[in-house]
């Protein structure tokens, strides 16, 4: 035992004799935090949809109904960890042309622009090769600016309202840097109703939506590998 307990002891020694080499010292482990507050940047176009119009009594209500396309473009800022995602985006829509009959073809028509503030949750789904699709949903507010309103029964009215506004969501996005995505997407968007005209000839146009697709980037300026 005490022949065991000594060549225990000279070993150890022998490690600490000057000379010998140091053990090596592992590298630091870098992880991804992935956790991170991030800018964005969208544009897009879209298709708008309306579900039908209501003429004030007792006028016949518009048939044919259509709402246009144009484009739109925004941004945001938010936060994320590894699934979840949230942030608040400002959008704007060019104005889209309501177009409806009375009494002939496309004899009632308007154009209607927006700005949607929004809150937005999205759940992205795993990253393969560094693509990450994801789904979510948004709810918030939308002005809503109406221009060049003529109809049959009335013409020439403008006006401004604000309506609850949500949207349901889903895309990619690939990362082309640690910190930068290239975000491709889908959005459908409602407006809600919306009532134009004065109060004698108001029609209301009913379930204003637009179907969008979107391409963006998103910059996260927290998220980079820290040594751990």
């Keep these: 035992m005490v022949g065991i307990l000594a060549a225990g002891t000279a070993s150890a020694r022998a490690a600490d004799m000057p000379g010998l080499p140091p053990p090596p010292l592992l590298p630091p482990r870098l992880i991804d935090a992935n956790v991170g507050w991030y800018l964005r940047g969208d544009i897009g176009y879209g298709w708008g949809t309306i579900g039908g119009a209501q003429s004030p009594v007792p006028f016949l209500d518009p048939t044919d109904n259509s709402f246009g396309n144009g484009f739109v473009g925004g941004v945001g800022a938010g936060i994320k960890t590894q699934w979840l995602r949230t942030d608040v985006t400002i959008d704007y829509t060019a104005p889209l042309k309501y177009q409806g009959s009375v009494v002939s073809s496309g ?12 809150f937005n949750g999205y759940l992205d789904l795993g990253t393969w090769y560094g693509a990450t699709p994801y789904v979510g949903a948004g709810v918030g507010a939308a002005r809503l600016h109406v221009t060049d309103y003529a109809a049959p029964f009335a013409s020439g009215a403008s006006d401004t309202q604000w309506r609850l506004a949500w949207a349901l969501m889903g895309g990619l996005g690939y990362a082309v840097a640690p910190n930068l995505m290239v975000d491709v997407g889908y959005r459908y968007m409602n407006f809600g109703n919306l009532t134009i005209g004065s109060d004698a000839g108001a029609m209301t146009l009913k379930n204003l939506a637009a179907h969008e697709v979107r391409v963006g980037v998103r910059w996260s300026f927290d998220d980079f590998p820290v040594p751990h």
């Excluded at 154009?111 to 503030?117: E, F, G, L, P, Q």
């Design 107 to 118: 004899d009632t028509s308007a154009k209607v622009d927006s700005i949607t503030a929004l």
